[in-house]
């Protein structure tokens, strides 16, 4: 795991009194499919001048945010220029594209899945997505048995990534602490989030969210193969 960024220096304190990780967490947009190399675009070019024509808001800024979110976000902050409904049509509309026809899987998944379960570690999605969303990921990839828990931000009351809420509920679900949580995120508002439910953060530096901030993060990966070397590591 030469290449992978060992961003703390303390792999072996990583988890809490030497434990290893006993369950991972997998982000879906970005991570288990390339979806955000397709939304950053559509959120910059359609949904963001369409929504607040008269405003330069950085797609960072609402990345990882629940879609509905951004929405709430977008018009406390400047104020929209569409109405609420226009905007959740654009977005499913494009979504379901997207899932069903345009995304491609994480390489290696299902081998990285099948380990992590003969090594009896508990895995979940956890995501911003609504779950019809997810649903659309998980049957065309044939994922709907590979993990024991799905989490959408619509499952909770609470506000989405990056409050740490999804996170700290995911954890819950499973039934172990997010201490002992390895989590795989790539936006800022994810690993921010992640970092702040105090799990372990391994961050999945791609293309399309350009040069944001991995401080928070404990683990920086650049590929699929860097991102399975550093989760079998937590995990032995």
């Given at each position: 795991?030469?290449?992978?960024?060992?961003?703390?220096?303390?792999?072996?304190?990583?988890?809490?009194?030497?434990?290893?990780?006993?369950?991972?967490?997998?982000?879906?947009?970005?991570?288990?499919?390339?979806?955000?190399?397709?939304?950053?675009?559509?959120?910059?070019?359609?949904?963001?001048?369409?929504?607040?024509?008269?405003?330069?808001v950085?797609?960072?800024?609402?990345?990882?945010?629940?879609?509905r979110?951004?929405?709430?976000?977008?018009?406390?902050?400047?104020?929209?220029?569409?109405?609420?409904?226009?905007?959740?049509?654009?977005?499913?509309?494009?979504?379901?594209?997207?899932?069903?026809?345009?995304?491609?899987?994480?390489?290696?998944?299902?081998?990285?899945?099948?380990?992590?379960?003969?090594?009896?570690?508990?895995?979940?999605?956890?995501?911003?997505?609504?779950?019809?969303?997810?649903?659309?990921?998980?049957?065309?990839?044939?994922?709907?048995?590979?993990?024991?828990?799905?989490?959408?931000?619509?499952?909770i009351?609470?506000?989405?990534?990056?409050?740490?809420?999804?996170?700290?509920?995911?954890?819950?679900?499973?039934?172990?602490?997010?201490?002992?949580?390895?989590?795989?995120?790539?936006?800022?508002n994810?690993?921010?989030?992640?970092?702040r439910?105090?799990?372990?953060?391994?961050?999945?530096?791609?293309?399309?969210?350009?040069?944001?901030?991995?401080?928070?993060?404990?683990?920086?990966?650049?590929?699929?193969?860097?991102?399975?070397?550093?989760?079998?590591?937590?995990?032995?």
């Amino acid at each position: 795991m030469d290449d992978a960024t060992d961003v703390t220096g303390q792999t072996d304190e990583l988890i809490a009194d030497g434990e290893r990780a006993e369950a991972v967490l997998f982000d879906m947009d970005g991570v288990i499919v390339n979806s955000e190399d397709y939304w950053v675009e559509f959120e910059r070019e359609e949904i963001l001048p369409a929504a607040v024509p008269d405003e330069d808001v950085d797609v960072a800024e609402v990345t990882g945010m629940n879609y509905r979110e951004i929405y709430d976000y977008l018009d406390d902050e400047y104020g929209t220029a569409i109405s609420r409904e226009a905007y959740i049509d654009r977005f499913t509309e494009a979504a379901e594209e997207l899932y069903t026809e345009r995304v491609d899987l994480l390489d290696g998944l299902h081998d990285l899945l099948a380990e992590l379960e003969e090594r009896g570690i508990e895995t979940a999605i956890v995501s911003s997505s609504p779950h019809e969303w997810i649903g659309w990921v998980t049957d065309r990839f044939d994922l709907e048995d590979s993990f024991e828990e799905i989490i959408s931000a619509d499952d909770i009351e609470a506000a989405s990534k990056p409050e740490p809420d999804v996170f700290e509920y995911a954890a819950d679900e499973i039934g172990v602490s997010p201490e002992v949580c390895a989590v795989v995120e790539d936006s800022e508002n994810g690993i921010e989030a992640a970092y702040r439910a105090e799990t372990v953060v391994i961050a999945y530096r791609i293309d399309a969210h350009g040069d944001i901030d991995y401080s928070p993060a404990d683990w920086v990966a650049d590929s699929p193969t860097e991102v399975r070397e550093v989760i079998l590591e937590l995990v032995e």
